[in-house]
């Protein structure tokens, strides 16, 4: 059955004035509730517990524990020590009941106080007697206690209520939850393995055997000299085979030390993010980073469709790239097909004056002059029907414009050729008019198109720059900050880290490689050996080798395999867990990920849905993925977890929901929980709890709550808890 922790009482221990039967707090199976502003003895009701465990307190002001006798003044009741006379003494203590299984079992651990001067906080007025612990034990049909005498049982007794190897996991206080599990260590997951397995048992069978395989070898090799003659051969192979074992020891001894260096690295790159990270400025660039990355594919986009819509542009109409340097094939064409009409109405001549000889023969062809002729008029500014000038500007002149400009009569020709081009040559013009007008703004066109290309290029290179600069300030931030350190000692030191990691990645991989080539080696020549070994050995060496070898193997791969099993079974634990605790936030949560890195340790990440490492969670996320794989240790036991939680501010981080979800969480988890809360406080209520503390107070999963308050308006030698229920 569970320890399950019935009451615990204080007599005169800090702001709990008063006897046992008046501090007592009475505790159930499941969930266990105290609720304290600041100053109400949350923390000090923790410290009685630490008191139980390790016989130190936690000093509140320098925040580090002490033994108990270095800071026994300070724990006793100020009102108490007030009202003790002179040459009087005073007792401090604490008493805890809990239950196991058919056994019942009381824990006093106090001291005497006598004052020996006036003033009541100074330790030389004091003189402090530590008194033996008291064990109590009764079963539950004969409720009368009976002391415990034997000092190593009443040790047991202490220990079984939370077994000391497990306490790390069921035993904090909320900022020591970031510590609980360090996955930036191999000894970490191994410790939280070992807690939950019998690996060490696999650790000792693996020595045991392999020192089985070394002798049973020896014995076989002494047989083999001894029950032949010389084998060159033999001897030979047995001689490499001790060589390449000798190179695989050194190999090994190498492979842990870069395996250390690797760990060693990985934890100060871990320890300078963690204490030096400033979560509000990584998430502030990470907004950043995420709108510049957007605006620079949005830029990106729009520089390589521009650069793709440049070929457009040679056969474009409105940019008729493909027209430049053609400037001057427009005169050209109007020369040479002013010359083919030219011709063309000679040919049209003739033939009129061979139909009909006695026409007058003149320059101009019959119904012309045509549009061609009429602008050569105009362009030498003489009339070719009469032969006489027209300038420009004269009645002359204007006459022919109009009849340049008249309306074209549509007659029925009599064929003088046997192909008219003159169609073919008009739709050329025709065609060819929208490339020919654009000639002259070409030189334009393609300046602008390189200035904006030119612009483009730039803002993608600008953007690109302030990404970078971006993405470097969110890495540096990471390691900014001092603690007696500069900055950039605090950056090389990060960047050191980083080159350890890669160089021993690097090293480990490549010792790997030659370990497995070694050992295929001392396979291969393992099986020569055999296959040379005279027939005249004794069979039992043979079979007891091979037994020890076989041995040996199996063990190891054992071993290997319940590790691996069991940190898949933690995974699997701790997102159940963080599912169930942060059910009640509005925030969808990923995915806890353990994966080994190349020094064996076991990488602890945060994941979304597609693999990618998320960054910038919440302080209270953060702390609802050490409380997953907490639970995760618990849940993963081979056994039923019988221990209670004994937490102090484990929520102080937490908004409602995961303050709604972690209750939920611990008590399917735990079999008891005892936790002590601030964030539940209300003081302006008539029942001094908040909503969030009155729908937990009907949640069918918490047994009992109490309110710890303090005398408001009294001096410190005045003050006490009292507790509502």
Request: aromatic share 10%; hydrophobic share 35%.
């Amino acid at each position: 059955m569970a320890s399950i922790i019935n009451s615990i009482s204080f007599k005169n221990f800090f702001n709990y004035y008063g006897d046992y039967f008046e501090t007592r707090y009475d505790f159930e199976e499941g969930v266990n509730i105290i609720v304290a502003d600041n100053g109400a003895g949350k923390s000090k009701f923790f410290n009685a517990f630490l008191w139980l465990f390790y016989d130190q307190i936690l000093d509140s002001d320098d925040k580090i524990k002490k033994g108990i006798k270095d800071i026994a003044v300070k724990i006793i009741s100020d009102k108490a020590k007030n009202e003790t006379p002179i040459g009087d003494s005073i007792e401090t203590g604490i008493q805890i009941e809990y239950s196991n299984g058919r056994f019942k079992y009381q824990i006093t651990k106090s001291f005497t106080a006598t004052r020996i001067s006036e003033s009541i906080t100074s330790f030389d007025s004091w003189q402090i007697t530590i008194n033996d612990v008291e064990v109590n034990r009764t079963d539950h049909v004969l409720p009368k206690y009976t002391p415990v005498y034997d000092a190593d049982e009443k040790s047991s007794i202490i220990k079984q209520l939370i077994r000391p190897d497990l306490r790390q996991y069921s035993f904090f206080q909320g900022e020591e939850v970031d510590s609980i599990i360090d996955f930036s260590k191999k000894s970490s997951i191994e410790e939280a393995v070992r807690t939950l397995t019998d690996i060490s048992n696999y650790e000792e069978l693996v020595a045991l055997t392999r020192d089985f395989k070394e002798k049973a070898e020896k014995d076989l090799n002494k047989q083999t000299k001894s029950n032949s003659d010389h084998n060159e051969r033999l001897d030979k192979a047995i001689k490499f085979k001790q060589d390449e074992e000798g190179k695989l020891a050194i190999e090994n001894i190498k492979l842990g030390e870069f395996e250390k260096l690797y760990d060693d690295a990985e934890h100060e790159k871990n320890d300078l993010e963690q204490n030096f990270s400033n979560a509000e400025k990584r998430n502030e660039l990470d907004t950043k980073i995420k709108e510049k990355n957007r605006k620079y594919t949005e830029v990106g986009n729009e520089y390589n469709t521009f650069l793709d819509s440049i070929n457009n542009r040679f056969f474009d109409g409105n940019f008729s790239w493909i027209s430049l340097g053609f400037d001057s094939v427009l005169d050209d064409f109007q020369s040479k097909i002013q010359k083919f009409r030219d011709i063309h109405y000679e040919k049209k001549a003739l033939l009129n004056i061979n139909n009909d000889p006695n026409k007058h023969f003149h320059f101009l062809p019959v119904n012309s002059p045509d549009s061609v002729s009429l602008k050569s008029m105009i362009d030498h500014e003489h009339c070719y029907v009469c032969n006489r000038p027209a300038p420009a500007g004269s009645e002359e002149y204007d006459f022919i414009v109009r009849l340049k400009n008249r309306p074209v009569e549509i007659k029925n020709e009599t064929e003088y050729v046997k192909n008219n081009l003159d169609s073919f040559f008009s739709d050329l013009q025709i065609n060819a008019q929208p490339f020919y007008n654009k000639i002259s703004n070409i030189d334009d066109s393609i300046l602008q198109t390189r200035e904006k290309e030119t612009a483009l290029n730039d803002r993608l290179t600008k953007l690109k720059k302030e990404l970078k600069s971006l993405k470097d300030q969110r890495k540096d931030i990471l390691i900014s900050g001092s603690n007696g350190e500069d900055s950039l000692t605090i950056i090389n030191r990060y960047k050191g880290a980083i080159r350890r990691i890669a160089d021993s990645s690097n090293q480990i991989e490549r010792l790997k490689d030659n370990i497995k080539r070694l050992k295929t080696n001392i396979h291969n020549t393992e099986k020569e050996i055999q296959s040379l070994r005279p027939s005249n050995i004794p069979e039992g060496y043979l079979l007891n080798y091979e037994i020890c070898s076989d041995l040996a193997d199996a063990t190891e791969n054992a071993k290997d395999r319940v590790f691996d099993n069991m940190v898949s079974l933690l995974e699997k634990y701790a997102n159940e867990h963080f599912h169930s605790l942060i059910k009640y936030n509005d925030l969808a949560g990923g995915i806890l990920k353990f994966e080994k890195s190349p020094s064996g340790s076991i990488l602890f990440n945060y994941m979304d849905s597609k693999g990618n490492v998320v960054h910038g969670s919440s302080e209270g996320f953060q702390r609802m993925k050490k409380f997953s794989v907490v639970m995760a240790v618990i849940s993963a036991n081979t056994a039923k977890y019988n221990y209670p939680l004994l937490a102090d501010a484990p929520i102080s981080a937490f908004g409602e929901g995961f303050t709604e979800g972690f209750f939920e969480a611990t008590g399917n988890v735990f079999p008891q929980s005892i936790v002590l809360v601030k964030d539940l406080y209300k003081g302006n209520d008539k029942m001094k709890i908040n909503d969030l503390g009155k729908k937990l107070l009907k949640d069918p999963l918490v047994k009992t709550m109490y309110v710890n308050q303090v005398t408001e308006g009294v001096e410190q030698v005045d003050l006490i808890t009292t507790k509502i229920n």
